[in-house]
């Protein structure tokens, strides 16, 4: 499975972004699919998921502001973001799992929220 995001840059503080988050090959099998994101010195974070049985879950600082969905048909999941704030800059990765493969990780995306 090979992921492709799409939808970062930048954007004032209260403001809305989507992220997107395309994939190809064999991404009919993906089962449980995330976003995480990286801030400059740290390790990633899990902003949102979609376990295999569809039940979602959000880091506490995202939650009421982010939601997480996928679109089969697209073979695509996204990420909606809405009431930006400073501190949710960063870089962000969408991830899925394949069973008998292992998982997957895109190349990444900047997100910068201006105050």
């Known amino acids: 499975v090979q992921l492709v995001e799409s939808g970062g840059g930048l954007v004032q503080a209260g403001g809305s972004l989507r992220l997107s988050c395309a994939a190809s090959?064999?991404?009919?099998?993906?089962?449980?699919i995330a976003w995480h994101r990286q801030f400059p010195g740290n390790q990633r974070e899990l902003v949102a998921g979609?376990?295999?049985?569809?039940?979602?879950n959000y880091a506490d600082s995202v939650k009421g502001r982010f939601t997480i969905s996928r679109d089969n048909a697209k073979n695509t999941m996204y990420l909606q973001m809405s009431s930006l704030k400073p501190e949710d800059t960063a870089v962000y990765y969408c991830?899925?799992?394949?069973?008998?493969?292992?998982?997957?990780w895109g190349q990444g995306i900047q997100v910068t929220v201006s105050s």
């Open positions: 979609i376990s295999t049985i569809g039940r979602t």
């Open positions: 090959g064999s991404s009919s099998n993906i089962n449980a």
């Open positions: 991830f899925a799992a394949v069973p008998g493969e292992g998982s997957a």
